[in-house]
């Protein structure tokens, strides 16, 4: 079994930064990809980065197009934690951020195992 728990969530004005956590515990397999979706009220989880060792040789990152150059996800295998570098933050980022981990990377929510309790983001215009 894997626990997700997220940090680093809040309220921030539209333009500003924020810096999401999700620390890892448990077995370590099922946790090569990692990633972060959100949910604003009344709309479908979807995805936002993912980061995924490959094959142990090289590290691949996935942005949606909504966060690409705004948003840098990485990770930290030594304390088994990965980072969501959220800039030039809109209020349309506005939602819950939920940390997930798989076995292989994808960006389909049904592809990964293990989901954290999630953390609320706001940005206020």
């Known amino acids: 079994q894997v626990h997700l728990a997220e940090s680093g969530g809040g309220l921030v004005q539209a333009g500003g930064s924020l810096r999401l956590s999700c620390a890892a515990s448990?077995?370590?397999?099922?946790?090569?990809?990692m990633a972060w979706f959100r949910q604003a009220p009344g709309k479908e989880r979807e995805f936002v980065a993912a980061?995924?060792?490959?094959?142990?040789?090289?590290?691949?990152?996935e942005y949606a197009n909504s966060v690409r150059n705004r948003f840098t996800i990485s990770r930290d295998n030594a304390k088994n934690t990965v980072y969501l570098q959220m800039n030039s933050l809109k209020p349309e980022d506005t939602a819950i951020y939920y940390c997930?981990?798989?076995?292989?990377?994808?960006?389909?929510?049904?592809?990964?195992?293990?989901w954290g309790q999630g953390t609320q983001v706001t940005v206020s215009s």
């Open positions: 997930a981990a798989a076995a292989r990377l994808t960006l389909e929510v049904f592809g990964y195992d293990y």
């Open positions: 980061v995924g060792d490959i094959a142990g040789r090289y590290v691949r990152t």
């Open positions: 448990g077995r370590s397999f099922g946790t090569n990809a």
